[in-house]
């Protein structure tokens, strides 16, 4: 044994000393870990709604009546910032949660997702169901329109064919009438109209820190940092009696 050498007793002895400062450091942190956990949202879930644009059939095959592009530009720039607005003005606050809106890759969808705590759920869901309130009525006017341009063409191909038929010209012209007849019927029979698939259907994990974790990680880091004050409050005593002596 060498004067220079701290054994495991002395350590022991040292805390068992120090064990004040460890309990107050030790204390604190886990008090400061209750505090926040009564002020944070731990649990948060995801909530996504999705709707599917309406479609018509063009030459390079079903495709929507607006682009997805378009869109979600509309949400970005008019339907949601007017929600926002509407928001502050009935609840006098900020909406306490976002609705990002994304086109999946390759599809004519659109997705609508907010995470929030369990506790929200309601207020996301009226929330979201705005936006889809929105995008289904641009929608079905977008259907309406192209339907009423599909009919007025249809009807001016059936008065032409009545006046080839009327005048007897060649079958040739009146080929191309019913041919063209027969397209302007398959545009109109393609025509689908916007679908909500589902509102603000809850994910099933978790997407937030849960407060059980975080107690647990406060419990850890407060007997690190217990243990260390501990020693730095023995250590700077050693210091003192030190200067004292010399002194």
Same mark, same amino acid.
């Given at each position: 044994?060498?004067?220079? @050498?701290?054994?495991?007793?002395?350590?022991?002895?040292?805390?068992?000393?120090?064990?004040?400062?460890?309990?107050?450091?030790?204390? %604190?942190?886990?008090?400061?870990?209750?505090?926040?956990?009564?002020?944070?949202?731990? @649990?948060?879930?995801?909530?996504?709604?999705?709707?599917?644009?309406?479609?018509?059939?063009?030459?390079?095959?079903?495709?929507?009546?607006?682009?997805?592009?378009?869109?979600?530009?509309?949400?970005?720039?008019?339907?949601?910032?007017?929600?926002?607005?509407?928001?502050?003005?009935?609840?006098?606050?900020?909406?306490?949660?976002?609705?990002?809106?994304?086109?999946?890759?390759?599809?004519?969808?659109?997705?609508?997702?907010? @995470?929030?705590?369990?506790?929200?759920?309601?207020?996301?869901?009226?929330?979201?169901?705005?936006?889809?309130?929105?995008?289904?009525?641009?929608?079905?006017?977008?259907?309406?329109? %192209?339907?009423?341009?599909?009919?007025?063409?249809?009807?001016?191909?059936?008065?032409?064919?009545?006046?080839? %038929?009327?005048?007897?010209?060649?079958?040739?012209?009146?080929?191309?009438?019913?041919?063209?007849?027969?397209?302007?019927?398959?545009?109109?029979?393609?025509?689908?109209?916007?679908?909500?698939?589902?509102?603000?259907?809850?994910?099933?994990?978790?997407?937030?820190?849960?407060?059980?974790?975080?107690?647990?990680?406060?419990?850890?880091?407060?007997?690190?940092?217990?243990?260390?004050?501990?020693?730095?409050?023995?250590?700077?005593?050693?210091?003192?009696?030190?200067?004292?002596?010399?002194?």
């Amino acid at each position: 044994y060498y004067d220079d @050498e701290i054994s495991l007793v002395d350590l022991a002895t040292t805390f068992i000393r120090r064990r004040r400062v460890f309990y107050v450091v030790f204390v %604190s942190v886990l008090l400061l870990a209750a505090a926040y956990t009564l002020l944070f949202k731990g @649990e948060m879930k995801e909530y996504r709604t999705l709707i599917q644009l309406s479609e018509e059939w063009t030459e390079e095959g079903s495709e929507p009546i607006e682009s997805a592009t378009t869109v979600l530009a509309t949400i970005e720039t008019g339907w949601y910032p007017a929600l926002q607005v509407a928001y502050v003005e009935n609840a006098g606050e900020q909406l306490p949660f976002k609705i990002s809106a994304t086109n999946p890759k390759e599809t004519s969808l659109i997705k609508l997702s907010s @995470e929030a705590p369990p506790e929200m759920a309601g207020e996301v869901e009226k929330a979201q169901q705005q936006l889809v309130d929105r995008i289904m009525e641009r929608q079905n006017s977008l259907v309406e329109r %192209s339907k009423r341009a599909l009919q007025h063409r249809l009807e001016s191909i059936n008065n032409m064919l009545d006046r080839l %038929s009327e005048r007897q010209v060649a079958g040739e012209a009146i080929a191309q009438a019913i041919q063209q007849r027969g397209s302007i019927e398959a545009q109109l029979v393609s025509l689908q109209p916007a679908k909500i698939l589902v509102v603000a259907r809850e994910s099933l994990d978790n997407k937030g820190t849960s407060k059980k974790l975080i107690l647990a990680l406060a419990i850890v880091l407060g007997l690190m940092l217990g243990i260390f004050a501990a020693f730095m409050a023995e250590f700077a005593s050693q210091v003192r009696q030190a200067i004292k002596e010399k002194d």
